[in-house]
């Protein structure tokens, strides 16, 4: 049984490569063909991987290996599948489905739209290829050729200056983390005398609480993991390449930032047995994603192009997903990876009808309120909050102190619910204002459920092992409540001060995203010339 499985598993990347590797020249010669082509192939892919799920039920995870290098069996293929890699291979190939149907109609004309269709399959067989692998090897292999393909896609528009210029940026931070990655692998082997995730998992887990796992070496593993997944998520510092990409077509958006961009956090998840043995791995990883967040969501809001508004959303989103991986919240964090490439990709999708539905769109209703009628709202929606949030979690038996970084992941669904709710009573009319009550009722139930269904699909993959409450753990906790409260803050009173004259100061360097990108660019240029940098 678990050779079927892992065969209908491995079908799915090998079906997109298969089409990927149509020559460019004859795609878009044939474009009627590869349309089709593209329609059957992830059609067949999505099926394929429901069905891979479904007979996953019921059993553990499928470690198969196919065949290893004679005298070297550490260099072998096969596919490791069990319920982390069945939610990422749902999720990325029904996302596929819909970004290449809309490749469709949104390149209709271009003279390489088959040249289009074909790197866009190249990249979904290899994120999907990243997803099934077995080992270490594998895994970088396929992260190697998914920063490939995307480059590609990158530069689809290579007539234009700032799409080269971009990708040229993207590819030194990429390759940052593709050396990163390749220094762990030699660094995990000669750890763990295994580059097979069942072998470093189990060694990984006996490790824990001894002083085997705390040595320097077994940490120097965990935290060049850690940094290379910030570099695929766009984590502060790499993160100023994201919002630059808007020359590429849309779709490629909509893949970067719903498929991707998810890989750094998948990374982490899947190495979670080994990543914990790291404190400092993980309390960096939990401080600098806090701290991406606290910078995405303040740039985003002063950004007048719906798609760069888009890019530093996905630029804050990361950062609370990798918050959540440090906290050793996995689960959470995995959640937040769906919900987010669902959302995420539907925005990008429909980016361009914005404008067309904000026409259609009534008058806004919301009535005037001095600063301080606005702080009153604030302060009895903050409270409400706190009464949806504690009688959901005593509606489920959830305790905050049970979970890992349950006291910080609390505060900022409470914060996420008293926005909701302030926004509707913000209108002034009494209907709104319970509807949006009844409506943060309705995330709390709806997001506690997600994670009680989420935390038991994960019981056996990712680790559980418990964070001590050490000084430094309760410092990364205390870092974490801290940038959060702040964005809350800025969220809710930006337009009470916005005559004051820092306010508008503030206001451009944000706009400009604090010009954290400068020094990229310049090194950008270095490498490549200074004709490379146009702006």
Request: net charge positive; hydrophobic share 55%.
């Amino acid at each position: 049984m678990d050779l079927i499985i892992s065969l209908v598993a491995l079908a799915v990347p090998v079906l997109l490569l298969t089409a990927g590797l149509t020559p460019s020249a004859w795609a878009d010669r044939h474009v009627p063909f590869m349309r089709g082509l593209a329609s059957v192939v992830t059609l067949v892919s999505f099926i394929c991987a429901l069905a891979a799920a479904v007979m996953l039920v019921g059993t553990g995870a499928v470690d198969v290996r196919y065949a290893a290098v004679p005298g070297a069996p550490v260099l072998n293929f096969g596919v490791y599948f069990d319920s982390l890699a069945a939610t990422m291979l749902l999720l990325i190939t029904c996302i596929g489905i819909f970004i290449v149907r809309f490749s469709m109609r949104y390149l209709d004309g271009d003279g390489h739209q088959g040249q289009f269709l074909r790197w866009i399959l190249f990249t979904l067989g290899s994120v999907l290829l990243l997803v099934v692998s077995r080992n270490l090897l594998q895994f970088t292999l396929a992260w190697i050729v998914t920063d490939f393909g995307l480059h590609q896609l990158l530069t689809h528009h290579a007539h234009r200056p700032w799409a080269l210029w971009t990708a040229r940026k993207r590819s030194l931070i990429a390759g940052l983390g593709d050396v990163l990655l390749v220094v762990a692998l030699f660094a995990s082997y000669m750890t763990f005398g295994s580059l097979d995730y069942t072998v470093v998992f189990e060694a990984a887990v006996a490790m824990q609480g001894t002083s085997l796992g705390k040595t320097a070496l077994v940490g120097m593993i965990a935290s060049l993991f850690v940094i290379a997944a910030m570099t695929k998520s766009a984590q502060f510092p790499f993160h100023s390449w994201l919002p630059d990409t808007m020359e590429a077509p849309t779709p490629v958006s909509a893949l970067m930032h719903a498929g991707i961009i998810n890989a750094g956090g998948f990374l982490v998840i899947r190495l979670s047995p080994m990543v914990v043995l790291s404190d400092a791995a993980l309390g960096f990883l939990a401080i600098n994603g806090a701290l991406t967040a606290l910078l995405g969501g303040v740039v985003m809001f002063t950004q007048t192009s719906v798609k760069r508004s888009l890019a530093f959303s996905t630029i804050a989103q990361m950062g609370f997903m990798m918050l959540q991986c440090g906290l050793g919240s996995f689960s959470a964090a995995l959640l937040h990876i769906v919900a987010h490439s669902l959302y995420k990709a539907h925005a990008f999708l429909s980016s361009g009808s914005i404008l067309t539905l904000a026409a259609r769109m009534p008058p806004s209703q919301s009535r005037s309120f001095s600063w301080k009628a606005s702080l009153g709202m604030s302060f009895l929606s903050t409270i409400l909050a706190v009464a949806i949030l504690s009688a959901s979690l005593f509606l489920f038996g959830l305790r905050l102190d049970e979970k890992p970084g349950g006291w910080v992941l609390g505060l900022v669904l409470a914060m996420a619910l008293s926005r909701l709710m302030s926004t509707a009573m913000e209108t002034g009319y009494l209907r709104l204002s319970i509807l949006g009550i009844g409506a943060a009722a309705g995330v709390a139930v709806l997001y506690l459920s997600l994670f009680e269904v989420m935390d038991t699909l994960l019981k056996e993959t990712v680790s559980h092992q418990p964070v001590a409450d050490s000084p430094f753990d309760i410092t990364v906790s205390a870092v974490a409540m801290a940038s959060f409260f702040l964005m809350f803050i800025l969220t809710h009173f930006t337009q009470g001060f916005s005559h004051f004259w820092w306010m508008h100061r503030f206001y451009v360097h944000a706009n400009n995203g604090f010009y954290l990108d400068i020094p990229l660019r310049r090194i950008t240029a270095r490498i490549y010339g200074q004709r490379a940098a146009v702006s």
